[in-house]
């Protein structure tokens, strides 16, 4: 079965840090697509990007960018310069085959985000 | 552009009674989730739909049931609500197995 590891389960930083939230999953699909979620306080699920299983090209968006490495089965999120509304919790999610040509997303734990001023 | 709605918000009821979870989106998406959301879980699918009239099972079907008679709507049922169903439900829908999926806000319901 499909599974999403988000080892870090709380972090802290300062503002203007950088910080990366690891993502490590494991599939036996050889077609996948990668996920990340962003819940702030105010409970929203606000989608941030998705990956194909094909395109291992990091991607930058912002003060975000994701690093995607097949060989390790990781899809870590980096963000830069970190702000005080960043503070959130981030889900990793791998989409999963379903009956019906359906795919649901496996979600990993989260990780609690907190920066401070 | 309404996007994906969920009502009630917030509920309470009481253990044994009948509760339905409302969702909608105006996307015309063709695929519909539920999850819910419990401390220590993350977020697992309860039940999720294909089309209008196509409806499964997924992690934790027991005690919900679900209907799709339009495209648009997406309602959950707790046939008898108990305590451990004490939970926040999201709404999900997407265009294509391809696409991203996206949520609704959320309806935070308790079971007393």
């Known amino acids: 079965a499909q599974k999403v590891t988000q080892a870090q389960t709380e972090i802290s930083v300062v503002e203007k840090e950088d910080v990366t939230l690891d993502c490590v999953y494991e599939?036996?699909?050889?077609?996948?697509?990668l996920f990340w979620y962003k819940q702030p306080p105010s409970g929203e699920l606000v989608f941030l990007i998705r990956?194909?299983?094909?395109?291992?090209q990091n991607e930058i968006s912002g003060r975000y960018s994701w690093n995607f490495q097949k060989s390790t089965s990781s899809f870590n999120f980096t963000i830069t310069a970190s702000q005080v509304v960043d503070s959130a919790v981030y889900f990793c999610?791998?989409?999963?085959?379903?009956?019906?040509?359906?795919?649901?997303?496996?979600f990993g734990q989260g990780t609690r985000l907190t920066i401070n001023p | 552009d309404a996007g994906i709605t969920q009502s009630p918000r917030y509920k309470i009821t009481e253990t044994g009674r009948q509760v339905t979870l409302m969702c909608h989106q105006t996307?015309?998406?063709?695929?519909m989730f539920w999850y819910r959301q419990d401390l220590g879980h993350g977020l697992r699918l309860i039940y999720y739909?294909?089309?209008?009239?196509?409806?499964d099972k997924g992690e934790v079907p027991d005690g919900y049931v679900v209907s799709r008679s339009k495209t648009e709507n997406f309602p959950l049922t707790l046939e008898s609500a108990t305590r451990s169903q004490t939970s926040v439900y999201f709404c999900?829908?997407?265009?294509?197995?391809?696409?991203?999926?996206?949520f609704g806000p959320g309806t935070r319901l308790t079971v007393t």
């Open positions: 739909s294909a089309a209008a009239d196509i409806t």
């Open positions: 996307w015309s998406h063709s695929y």
């Open positions: 999900a829908s997407r265009l294509d197995p391809a696409y991203e999926q996206y």
């Open positions: 999610a791998l989409s999963e085959e379903l009956i019906q040509g359906a795919q649901k997303l496996v």
């Open positions: 990956r194909n299983s094909f395109d291992e």
């Open positions: 599939t036996r699909d050889t077609t996948y697509y």
